[in-house]
């Protein structure tokens, strides 16, 4: 069973830059494809980013196209979200997840889940 971890959250200001890391263990992620969720205070858990098991086909959220980008590298089996231009709105914690079977955005069929990062973005 495929571990995530999480890193790279943190507090930066509005317009400023973070990029997160999933690291997997205990399976290689290039058998899964994987995605990136958020979930602010009070609020549902939200789609991100997705990206195919070979990283040939990525999909976001209207909201963040354009400023975040997904990425992996399989030999490293790490799976990336790079953030720029980033919003007040943007905080929340950030969770990879993966799932053998592409789920794009529905969240409820990813099968395996990190913990997650904090993000904070300042005003």
């Known amino acids: 069973q495929v571990q995530l971890i999480e890193s790279g959250g943190g507090l930066v200001q509005a317009g400023g830059s973070l990029r997160l890391s999933c690291a997997a263990s205990g399976g290689t992620l290039s058998r899964y494809h994987m995605g990136w969720f958020r979930q602010a205070p009070g609020k549902e858990r939200e789609f991100v980013a997705a990206?195919?098991?070979?990283?040939?086909?990525?999909t976001y959220s209207d909201s963040v196209k354009g400023r975040f980008t997904i990425s992996r590298d399989n030999a490293k089996n790490t799976v990336y979200l790079q953030m720029i231009s980033l919003k007040p709105e943007d905080t929340g914690v950030y969770y990879c997840a993966a799932d053998p079977v592409f789920s794009g955005s529905r969240v409820y069929e990813y099968d395996y889940w990190g913990q997650g990062t904090q993000v904070n973005v300042s005003s």
């Open positions: 990206i195919r098991w070979s990283g040939g086909s990525t």
